[in-house]
């Protein structure tokens, strides 16, 4: 009679299939978790939805207890865990929620989620240490402690506008808008045409400036030359009829119109370099702009009229 024994992992699963299990376990519904501080100051990694800075559960994943079974099942798993989920984060995250982490904790990282705030020049500083952490691992600056933590990094995507579902007004193109009004103020204060003018209104060539450094070899902030960059931009615009798109160019801030609405586009390619990717489709690549972002619907005869005005 044959004894049945219990299946030991490490001994009758080959690692290739460990490796699969592993990523199967670990896969969450955005690619995506980040960590949260617990009341008795533990952290938990939880699923996150990055375009909406949303953790989507309380709990963390259910098959993170294999971190803890094994140093060996923690090694391998660690791995994978990265393997198949971004981190995502808002600069200030590795100040305050993520503060006493470790650096040691982001080592295995492969790929990175970072929410911006155009509007927010504490923000801007933020995303400047953030930058600056990582920047360490190009190899420019003489030390290179911080960078070398982040040295299986292979990915930076930054999240400049996101589709918020709680927020209609933010939904409805708001952050472009937003953009576009700084833009033309930095504008206004660079040229020096402008008497109202003061230094607040240069954040957004400030915003220009560090994409610019994390995207560019040869400064503490530049992410690496492995390290692949994108810009995620998320609108209602794509979803609009050609009615309601028009009636949003009227209302455009400066009469900036459609252009303007491209050239902040535009400078978020030439700044961060990389790829550009505009709800759901690739419209920049190393620079080159492959399709519009913003393009207006032809006029649908047979579709919904603005409502007469009374």
Request: proline share 4%.
């Amino acid at each position: 009679m044959r004894i049945k024994t219990h299946l030991n992992i490490l001994i009758d699963i080959p690692r290739e299939i460990r490796d699969e299990i592993y990523e199967y376990a670990f896969q969450t519904p955005f690619n995506c978790v980040t960590y949260r501080c617990t009341l008795n100051n533990t952290y938990k990694i939880l699923p996150y939805d990055p375009q909406n800075d949303v953790c989507l559960s309380s709990s963390s994943l259910p098959a993170l207890g294999l971190l803890s079974t094994c140093s060996q099942l923690y090694n391998e798993a660690i791995v994978s865990l990265w393997k198949v989920n971004s981190l995502g984060l808002w600069p200030a995250d590795l100040l305050f929620r993520m503060g006493d982490l470790g650096d040691d904790a982001f080592i295995h990282i492969q790929s990175l989620q970072v929410n911006l705030d155009l509007n927010d020049s504490d923000d801007l500083k933020w995303a400047e240490m953030l930058f600056l952490r990582i920047g360490g691992n190009s190899g420019i600056r003489e030390d290179k402690v911080m960078g070398e933590n982040w040295g299986g990094l292979k990915s930076v995507q930054i999240n400049p506008m996101r589709t918020e579902e709680i927020k209609m007004d933010v939904k409805w193109m708001q952050r472009v808008s937003e953009a576009m009004d700084l833009r033309w103020k930095s504008e206004e204060f660079l040229t020096g045409m402008n008497r109202d003018a003061d230094k607040r209104w240069s954040l957004y060539s400030r915003w220009m400036k560090l994409l610019r450094s994390a995207g560019t070899p040869g400064n503490d902030m530049y992410l690496g030359d492995g390290v692949k960059r994108n810009v995620s931009v998320n609108t209602a615009w794509d979803d609009w009829i050609y009615w309601d798109q028009n009636e949003w160019l009227k209302k455009s801030p400066h009469g900036a119109g459609l252009e303007g609405m491209e050239e902040v586009m535009k400078d978020f390619s030439e700044t961060f370099g990389g790829e550009l990717w505009a709800n759901g489709k690739l419209c920049y690549k190393d620079k080159v702009r492959l399709k519009r972002v913003f393009e207006v619907k032809p006029v649908d005869l047979l579709g919904v009229y603005p409502a007469a005005s009374e």
